[in-house]
């Protein structure tokens, strides 16, 4: 992910069941970055896990090293320090509601950041996280201690189906899902339906180029729509579900 600062790598592995694409980095102070091996220096996913960092190479599907590298519970004692800036930027409006019981879709995994701080941060928030991918969900299990509900599906079907089954049921749905891929008009429709009132979108786009164009989408459907880079390369878009969208204090 651009953005994400370098860190001095001591352990970490690739490699998890049919997926090769799935790295996972450990820095000597127990920083774990979850790395997407098709786009060298794409960092998905940052956080610190509590103890000492173990050392240990390999497939991340080995017994021995998933055993070595398991995170047994994220140490969040300097707050959004290890978070990339991108996640740093979506949690700002989030935490800012601790104190009411939030119930949070986030679309995309990775290694579990943006919830698992959400849930340790504000008792009563409650998430759930869908991604495509069940080897990247065991991976944030295993390297991350994610502890969270996730349902294994495609973000597209997700949102229709969840828009049939849960309609207004989330307060915010967060879009944190690959470089190439963002909502459609179809989407932002069902993201509608599954919104409470007063309800918060946020999208972080890897590509640049689909910025513009998204910032129009949301401008169509959601009040208060903005659009801001906070690294180089990534877009995050905000929007409301109401005309009269709340201000966040930053």
């Not at 300097?78 to 979506?90: M, W």
């Not at 340790?120 to 944030?140: F, I, K």
């Not at 990534?234 to 709340?246: D, E, K, V």
Request: hydrophobic share 40%.
């Amino acid at each position: 992910m651009p953005g994400a600062r370098e860190l001095l790598v001591s352990s970490g592995c690739r490699g998890y069941r049919q997926d090769e694409t799935v790295a996972v980095t450990v820095s000597a102070d127990n920083v774990r970055q979850m790395v997407d091996t098709t786009r060298p220096r794409f960092v998905q996913s940052a956080l610190r896990c509590a103890g000492p960092a173990a050392q240990a190479h390999g497939r991340c599907d080995d017994a021995t090293v998933r055993a070595a590298l398991h995170c047994k519970a994220p140490d969040f004692s300097r707050g959004f320090a290890d978070l990339l800036p991108y996640a740093q930027h979506i949690l700002h409006p989030l935490i800012h509601n601790c104190g009411h019981q939030q119930d949070v879709l986030v679309l995309g995994l990775g290694g579990g950041a943006i919830p698992t701080y959400l849930e340790e941060s504000c008792p009563g928030t409650h998430v759930l996280a869908v991604d495509n991918n069940s080897d990247v969900v065991r991976a944030a299990r295993d390297f991350f201690a994610y502890r969270g509900e996730a349902l294994v599906q495609d973000l597209h079907h997700a949102l229709a189906d969840l828009s049939r089954k849960r309609p207004q049921s989330f307060d915010a749905v967060v879009t944190d899902v690959g470089h190439n891929i963002k909502l459609t008009r179809q989407d932002l429709q069902n993201v509608l339906k599954l919104l409470k009132p007063s309800g918060l979108v946020v999208e972080n786009l890897s590509n640049p180029a689909y910025a513009a164009d998204q910032l129009m989408l949301y401008k169509e459907f959601l009040g208060g729509a903005a659009s801001e880079e906070v690294s180089a390369g990534n877009h995050i878009l905000s929007g409301w579900s109401n005309a009269a969208p709340q201000t966040i204090e930053q």
